[in-house]
């Protein structure tokens, strides 16, 4: 299984600082069709995850431009710049590579 | 708009069957992959498998081959995921979410408690 390794596992933010969260694989996420297979959810306390991002660069509808996804291969990092109190959540990056698709640890992040 | 609702929460003896449904809605229902994924507590998010929209052919993480069947009723615009022989290690919140780059618009999610 590919292992997916999030750091830090929580992180404390004053409203509008940016926050950096790093999501780093076992193996390369690199689609032979040149897409990237990773993805990032945030969880809010006591409701379903919620896709952010998906392939890197892609914002899934409604998601706000502070969030972004560089990097690329093994090493990625989701970055929000100016953090909301409405970001407070548990955050994960999975990859949808290889079966069974795999989930990070999680970052919790508070304000 | 997109949306899934999930069946109720349910409480299992050790070794029996559950059958959680996840209904759609917002969306052409074949067109689209339902994955299932659950969250144990205090654990990260753990991906089961998935059911193709057209033909429903299925793909399961092989920690849960020969235990997890997930089926879909087209007419219904319903998937369903049935564990089998739980344990107090299946206690977890079941999520069903729609493919479509990324897992999008998932379920309110199902409790499911294992005890005895």
Known sequence: DIVLTQTPLSLSVTPGQAA?????????LLHSDGETQLSWYLQ????????????????????????????????????????????????????????PFTFGQGTRLEI | QVQHVQSGAEVKGPGASVKVSCKASGYIFTNYAI??????????????????????????????????SMTRDTSA?????ELRSLASEDTAVYYCAKDGGGLQSWGQGTLVTVSS
């Open chain 2, 77 to 81: 615009g319903t998937a369903y995921m």
């Open chain 1, 20 to 28: 950096s969260i790093s999501c780093k694989s076992g193996q390369s």
């Open chain 1, 44 to 99: 809010k306390p006591g409701q379903p995850p919620q896709l952010l991002i998906f392939g890197v660069s892609n914002r899934f509808s409604g998601v706000p431009d502070r969030f972004s996804v560089s990097g690329s291969g093994t090493d990625f990092t989701l970055k929000i710049s100016r953090v909301e109190a409405e970001d407070v959540a548990v955050y994960y990056c999975m990859q949808s590579l290889h079966v």
């Open chain 2, 35 to 68: 994955h299932w994924v659950r969250q144990a507590p205090g654990q990260r998010l753990e991906w089961m498998g998935w059911i193709t929209g057209g033909n429903g052919d299925t793909t399961y993480s092989q920690k849960f081959q020969g235990r997890v």
